[in-house]
């Protein structure tokens, strides 16, 4: 399924991490991407692993465009606030929007 827009991307993306589908983030990140990993078991556990540790609290979108969405992520682990604001972009592969690189503001 492909996503309409940034936006809706970036939420997908926030609750596929929150259901553990690490397939769904590996298949919605831009190979290009800095973030992009080779060795796809290596990825799926670490996904998994950030997963299990964190309770997904919410997100908000602060700010957008066509290929930028700034948004916070409010997260727990262990009981701690884990929370972060990032802006990430993304880029269009094969006709396909996908998340491309992040940096936290």
Do not use: C
Request: proline share 1%.
């Amino acid at each position: 399924m492909k996503a309409k827009d940034a936006v809706s991307l970036m939420r997908s993306r926030y609750s596929a991490y929150a259901l553990n589908l690490y397939e769904y983030i590996i298949h919605t990140t831009h190979t290009k991407s800095p973030h992009y990993e080779k060795d796809l078991l290596q990825w799926k556990e670490s996904i998994a692993d950030f997963s299990r540790r964190t309770t997904f609290v919410g997100l908000s979108i602060l700010e957008h465009s066509k290929d930028m969405v700034t948004f916070h992520a409010k997260l727990l682990q262990n009981g701690k606030d884990a929370s972060f604001t990032e802006k990430s972009f993304f880029e269009n592969e094969n006709g396909t929007l996908k998340y491309f690189q992040g940096s936290r503001v």
